[in-house]
């Protein structure tokens, strides 16, 4: 017998309700199964961590007050060496002196602003600058040599925060420094020697670390000068 034609109409009806029933469950459970997936992957990945910039400060933040002290001789200073490897990059370096202190590790999130050896060159010049004239190895030649002024090598072979436990590091500077008088008849070797540091980091992580550095190099420093105000003496 031939369906009325609201019978039939009732029956399509019904046949697209269950039609978009079963194509939403298909697409909730797709978009759940999707959300599950993200979920546990981390969901969507965040912005990566720049790493953190450092240097030795900003230096004298004045001109520094004058002295009746004669000035000292006028200083050429080389470009720092470094044996090279580690130490020609900007990471900052840790030992771990009580696992396997002949292991160099790099922070992951902190860099220095330009390789050690230039940030030691830099605050070589603002320190031993203060009583005398201090100027790159090479420049002012002739005037260097008519004055005989001295010439100084300084050679980075350590920079690192060291670990010597867990709560208790340093930072560790090591130099070799080489002092020349500087002639018309070329360079005389006048005295060398090693000079080691070590100031307590206040923290154990890359910020301790960088503070601890930037204090044994100013102590380095101060080193140095008064070494050279030796040798100056000797001559």
Known sequence: MKQPDFAINL??????????????????????????????????????VRAAMYDFGPGPLSTPATTRQAPLSPLALDEVKTAGGALDNLAVLYR??????????????????MPPAQLLGQRARDKLG???????????LALSRSQGSLLLRLDLEEFSHFFEAPDKSVGLVRLRATV???????EKLLAQ????????????????????????????????EQ?????????
């Open 11 to 48: 029956i399509a009806v019904g046949a697209g309700y269950a039609r978009a029933r079963a194509l939403f469950f298909v697409n909730f459970l797709a978009a759940t199964t999707l959300l599950l997936t993200l979920g546990g992957c981390g969901a969507l990945p965040d912005k990566p």
């Open 96 to 113: 771990l002196g009580y696992s396997n202190d002949q292991q160099l590790r790099p922070y992951a999130l902190a860099r220095w602003s």
């Open 130 to 140: 203060q009583r005398r004239v201090v100027f790159k190895a090479g420049e002012g």
């Open 180 to 186: 020349l008088e500087i002639t018309p008849a070329g």
């Open 193 to 224: 020697r090693k000079v080691i540091v070590q100031r307590p980091a206040p923290s154990a992580d890359a910020p301790g670390g960088v503070r601890a550095l930037t204090a044994a190099t100013d102590a380095a420093l101060e080193e140095i």
């Open 227 to 235: 070494w050279l105000q030796q040798v100056q003496s000797a001559r």
